[in-house]
Nanobody, 118 residues
Framework: QVHLVESGGGLVQAGGSLRLSCTAS????????IGWYRQAPGKQREIVAR???????YYTNSVKGRFTISRDSAENTVYLQMNSLKPEDTAVYYC????????????WGQGTQVTVST
């Protein structure tokens, strides 16, 4: 069974930076597009960024120019470098591999909490 493990979250002041990591135990990411998602209290989970097998990236408008997604196939890890953090970035961040039918290849992990203070 595959387990997604997100890490790297924490409490940071506005303008600060964090780097999130996503690994999968029991599987490899090498054949999948991987996305980072976030869910703020009272809101639906939303896509933040994703990276394809070939390295193509997508960012939601609110994080463009501030966040960078990358993948290290050798380490079976996907990263999300978050700079110039804002209070509205506060959320639990998750990773997963989206399917074309709108589903996901893996069960959701526990996520990692990111809290940005003013």
């Amino acid at each position: 069974q595959v387990h997604l493990v997100e890490s790297g979250g924490g409490l940071v002041q506005a303008g600060g930076s964090l780097r999130l990591s996503c690994t999968a135990s029991g599987s490899t990411f090498s054949g999948n597009t991987i996305g980072w998602y976030r869910q703020a209290p009272g809101k639906q989970r939303e896509i933040v960024a994703r990276i394809s097998i070939g390295g193509s990236t997508y960012y939601t408008n609110s994080v463009k120019g501030r966040f960078t997604i990358s993948r290290d196939s050798a380490e079976n890890t996907v990263y999300l470098q978050m700079n110039s953090l804002k209070p509205e970035d506060t959320a639990v961040y998750y990773c997963n591999a989206p399917r074309l039918d709108g589903g996901y290849y893996y069960s959701w992990g526990q996520g990692t909490q990111v809290t940005v203070s003013t």
